[in-house]
């Protein structure tokens, strides 16, 4: 048991010299922990994963995928934590894992027809109606539409200048224009 908790204590102290957040270093552990648990049962005793390998995460990211039925999401986490432990906290490097891992599935994305649009932009007031028709009009995220301020729109030229990863700018359709000056 003092094995496990000094373990999971190196792998706080590594997230944290590292700058992981705390929801980081608390997933990883959450993750090592369950690996050591199932190193314990798999063998009968308690076992350092310093004396395991490729093949023992193997065989449990794949007990993680095929019994457990967890999310698609949930083993490509947990293979992070484990690789995170060999390469950061013991110092070993494990080589390619071949474990049958779970995908995500494809979705589609919703989209709305003209009407739905025309109608959700409808049921819209003021500067919400405004930064809804930005997002439809002009393809830009949220977080690029409510950060957008006054010195960013050019009515002159109909362009908004985005600030994000890449300074873009993109065309201020005519119907915008009328909108953001009744705003201004």
Known sequence: MALKSALLDQIKIVCRRKG?????????????????????????????????GRDHVEAWLTDLAVTRHVSATSPNVAFQSVLFLYREVLHVMIGNVNALRAKRPQRSPTILSPSEVSRLLQELQGRDRLIGQILYGCGLRIGEAVSLRMKDIDIEKEMINVRAATQEEIDLWNWHHQMIASHS
């Open 20 to 52: 992981y957040s705390r929801e980081s270093a608390r997933t990883y552990r959450h993750w090592c922990e369950q690996y050591v648990l199932w190193l314990r049962k798999a063998n009968g005793t308690w076992i350092h994963p310093g004396d395991c």
